[in-house]
């Protein structure tokens, strides 16, 4: 069946109403950033002495973290486990984690009091700090994400490489550059993606390490010593769902025929993976005797049977159900449920868990905060679009894909 | 071929493993000072002779360069109506607890930075940026900070703060004990100034014995507990008060060290780099193995045909 | 650790030196062994020597007048922010003896001279022997805790000057040149106590009768007394939970407290005291100046005195008494007589004039001439 699907890109008018609405958004969110450069965090966000985080880390960095989880389960699925059926899924799961990760700095960047000295942790070391794990991977592993991406604008450039004007003269020279690398890239991608899988490993859990430090200052109904694990277990039960959501989004969106198999193979997977996460979940809290914290009617609670329910137990017994692993909506809306749960987990975690001794005003995100992390949603949904339309991202079937205005370069 | 590509795989696989480790070396070094000495000074604050005159607000701004009000205007007690936390522009704060029934004066309780002896800032602070000195102060590196504020998520005591409304090279500041100060053989500004010397400066060894002494002079004066000699592994200032200090809106805390299990958690997942070279080790395999069976299934399909 | 024991080395002969010496004196002053040790064999490695204060070792039996009039407390001036403070030891002296003299401030003392605060407490406050206060430490605890109870003020400018502004006086040095004490209290008549018992409620004090008919000196009832017992301005330490015993502490130094509460505590105020109602003997006659001791010589016991003037006196006679005291100045012939020929009772109280006079009778006719007293 995949022999004869193929990557291309897929020319189409980029602006329609959604995507209008969306540029609006995106551009009030960067309107926001750039009053946060002039103005400074204390003008744009209401982070305060007793709340030093809020949305910017939970949203844009830990949830964005793990809903970038799709580039590295899908990655170990198609590269390590070598199942080719799913080599086409790769590319727009690898594209999201890029873009994703790439949002993640950013947001990381803007939230920053000194965003010029991101550089610092590179050369300054602190082993025992989950910040400095997390950051490094995150740096390494974007890295790595843009030499993962990369055999994909050698495939699109090769051999088109057409600069206007005076740099015309550099075209040639910049096709051999594009082929040596190309070259190096085949032989030796496999140390990339593996590192890929690794480094993700690592963050991903280290994030949940980042608020162990918090102690008492976390909920108990989240705080536990298991947290690096539930983080690794959650962010591997959200990236197959990721990807079926969003394979969907990009289906309907460019009107093509969703990939019903390949979304109800991961599908598939999906259960187990959440099951092993809800049980560690519910083990961790009986254990640790937290459920007494349940009893309580209060935000924790209620975000936490949200959590609980909604995020996992619904999502599993949809994936688990037959006719919904024939059903592409279906899927979606399980994937949706799932992805909503690992979000809302990693909001919970970062926000809604902690309460600091002295509290003088609860923690909201500002409309600003607001508008920045919706803003960076709708950007990388922008450039997703972007990028479907310019490089080789999304299989299609050979026949219907003569629609593309480029000739595929022949491998 | 298959042999070839085999062992260029080990060859890169290894290299790769034996980079990591070189690095790891260092990291382990590269952990942030954390001295604890055995004669690291302390103060011990005995709140039962506090009188609230707030001088020790006004002596710890002047010594920080920090704007400050006139002296005389310290004595309007009007501030203690609300309860206040140290910040960016005040290093310290003295707040007021009305008294008891029993009680004839209310408690005055200075809050400020504990220098804890195993801080969680210390453990957090992504760049190593913040240290625990020999003296006992817990002070950070201005000059290292990316103004991450993990060291404000991580401390127990909530006590650093930011200067939120700076858009350019905003700080954390926190007291730093004087350090400056103390470097030079002087006391730190709070305690020089105390006039009730509510702020006894000495070994924390000496200190916690002077304060159980204390509390076994005068039994009916003191609750038998000195905060900050167990909590959060202990700290260099030391609480002597004469109601429960949860009262006193304390952060009832235990003994182990305020980074917890997170260093632990930390150094086992990178115990010498050797949990993720081994993750990369055998996701290798797996990849090799898998590829191997996927290439002879795909020649045996050609021999099949 | 080595350093330590060369320390020790080198001292030993001072040490051995002082100790002696210092026996020599202890012996003289009369001082049990636990004034100031707190185990049984001090050595000379563990002294074990008690934290101050020490309770036992105050000696201090001085008269206010005695110590010095203003002492100007400047041994801080050159690290202080604030101006010296002219303190009139005087005046606190002359308060003192209202709580507990001396020895509410200079809470230890040897046998000996009185020594000043900064005999014992250290002008520096970076040291290393940290069990008793720096000097400034020491002065303000000691001054803030009554200073702050009365007043409810922690303002320094009520005792100090600032330093910059040395010319402004500070709010309490106004009459530094005056004889500082205490102005004169006004005490009361009668006190009326609502007490919190089922059995009487209401204790009724007559408070000058105790100083005045009783002769109390104040100091035997306010002797531990802080100024805020009259000064507070925050809250009146009589509203704090104490025991019964402390509670009838003051009262039971003279009366029974343990039981018989009806004698002070009533349901409605009780009547002055009066001997003569009360008991029958009149003492405004001629006992009107006798501390109560005098008679009632067992301490807290009142009862059962024999009101006969023999039983105190002695018998009457010419040798020993002067019919004058009694505001009647006998005529000749009645001069002569024994007191038991008129006096038939032994309270010698109204005499009977029918043993020798048939027509008169007393007090119509008087046995001599009437003189004011």
Known sequence: MSENMKAVPLPRRYFTPAVIVIAAIAVVGLLFVLARLIFGIGAVTNLSNEFPWGIWIGIDVAAGVALAAGGFTTAALGHIMHKEEYHLITRPALLTAMLGYTFVAAGVGIDLGRYYYIWHPIIMWNGNSALFEVGMCVMIYLTVLYIEFLPIVTERFIGRVNLPGFLKKFNNSIDKLLRILDKGLDKTMFIFIIAGVVLSCLHQSSLGTLMIIAGEKMHPLWQTPVLPLLFLLSAMSVGFPMVIFESYLTSKSFNLKPETHIMSNLGSMVAPLLGIYLSFKIGDMVIRQTFVYLTEFNTASIMFVIEIVIGIVVPLRLFLSPQIQKSPLGLSIAAFLVIFGVFLNRVNSFIVAYTPPYIFENYFPSIGEIFVTAGFIALEILLFRAFVMIFPIVSVPQHSGTKAKFSIRSV | ?305 | MKKLFLILLISFPFVINGQSKFSTTHSNQNLTCSSCHSCTIPTKENPCIKPCPRESMIRVDQKPEEGPRIIVIDKLRDTDIYAPVKFSHLAHAEMSDMTGGCRTCHHYNPPGNVIGCSDCHEVSRNRTDISKPDLKGAYHQQCMTCHRSWSGKTDCIECHAAKEKADLKPVKAKDEKAKRIHPEIKTPDKITYNTKTDRGKLVTFYHNDHTDLFRLECSQCHSNESCAKCHSQIKKPADLKITFAEQHKKCSNCHETKNNCNTCHSNKETERFNHKVSTGFDLSKFHSKLSCIRCHTTPAKFTGLNKDCVTCHGSWSWDNFNHKITGLVLDELHGELDCESCHKEKSYASPSCGDCHDDKTYPKEKPGKLIKR
């Not at chain 2, 801080?119 to 201005?142: F, L, M, R």
């Not at chain 2, 127990?156 to 400056?180: G, T, V």
Request: net charge neutral; charged share 25%.
């Open chain 2, 1 to 305: 071929m298959v042999d070839e590509s085999r062992r260029k795989f080990l060859k890169t696989t290894a290299l790769v493993g034996a980079g990591i480790t070189g690095l790891s070396t260092k990291t382990v070094k590269a952990g942030p000072k954390n001295i604890l000495d055995e004669n690291r000074m302390g103060v011990l604050v005995d709140t039962t002779v506090c009188i609230g005159c707030r001088k020790c607000e006004w002596a710890c701004k002047t010594a920080h360069d920090l704007p400050t009000q006139p002296l005389d205007t310290y004595e309007d007690r009007s501030v203690f109506e609300k309860m206040r936390r140290p910040d960016d522009k005040a290093l310290t704060v003295v707040n007021e607890y009305a008294a008891r029934e029993t009680e004839q004066f209310p408690l005055n309780v200075k809050v400020q930075c504990m220098h804890c002896d195993r801080p969680a800032c210390v453990s957090a602070c992504i760049v190593g940026a913040i240290s625990k000195e020999e003296n006992g102060s817990v002070i950070w590196d201005t000059d290292k900070c990316i103004g991450c504020r993990y060291c404000m998520v991580a401390c127990p005591f909530q006590i650093p703060a930011f200067e939120f409304e700076k858009a350019w090279h905003p700080e954390i500041r926190k007291c730093d004990f004087c350090f400056e100060r103390t470097k030079e053989g002087k006391l730190p500004a709070c305690v020089e100034i105390c006039p009730m010397e509510v702020l006894t400066y000495g070994t924390r060894k000496s200190l916690i014995e002077r304060a159980h002494q204390k509390i076994s002079l005068y039994p009916d004066r003191y609750v038998n507990h000195v905060y900050g000699q167990y909590e959060v592994g202990g700290t260099s200032w030391l609480y002597l008060a004469s109601r429960d200090f949860a009262e006193l809106q304390f952060p009832k805390l235990g003994t182990n060290p305020a980074p917890g299990v997170s260093e632990a958690i930390q150094h086992g997942i990178f115990a010498y780099f050797v949990p993720p070279i081994a993750l990369y080790a055998l996701l290798g395999g797996v990849m090799w193995i898998n590829k191997k069976k996927a290439e002879s299934n795909k020649d045996k399909e050609v021999h099949h045909e």
